[in-house]
């Protein structure tokens, strides 16, 4: 199985900075899409920022200019740097891979997603 694991949330202040990182585990043929998605309370789980398998990206306009998605694929890693961080930033945020891997011969594929990473922006 593979596992998506996401580090570098925190409390910062407004104006402040964070880069969240997304490490993949197990045994894996190919990654696709890569994505970050947050979520608060009580709404729907919104797409942040995605990152194509050539290294196309996209992102929500309420985080364009501020925040950067990039990845290495040697590394199975992917990152989402935050600047500029305002209060309305404040969610938990959620890694999403789009893989394929080998089971028992055959080739799979499915989008897995992590436990998510706390960020909260106060003052």
């Known amino acids: 199985q593979v596992q998506p694991v996401e580090s570098g949330g925190g409390l910062v202040q407004p104006g402040g900075s964070l880069r969240l990182s997304c490490a993949l585990s197990g045994s894996l043929f190919r990654i696709h899409d890569m994505a970050w998605f947050r979520q608060t309370a009580g709404k729907q789980r919104e797409l942040v920022a995605t990152?194509?398998?050539?290294?196309?990206?996209d992102y929500t306009n309420s985080v364009k200019g501020r925040f950067i998605i990039s990845r290495e694929d040697v590394k199975r890693a992917a990152y989402l740097q935050m600047n500029g961080l305002l209060p309305e930033d404040t969610a938990v945020y959620y890694c999403?891979?789009?893989?394929?891997?080998?089971?028992?011969?055959?080739?799979?594929?499915?989008?897995?997603w992590g436990q998510g990473t706390q960020v909260t922006v106060s003052s």
């Open positions: 999403n891979a789009d893989v394929q891997w080998y089971s028992q011969g055959e080739l799979q594929r499915k989008v897995f």
């Open positions: 990152i194509t398998r050539t290294g196309t990206t």
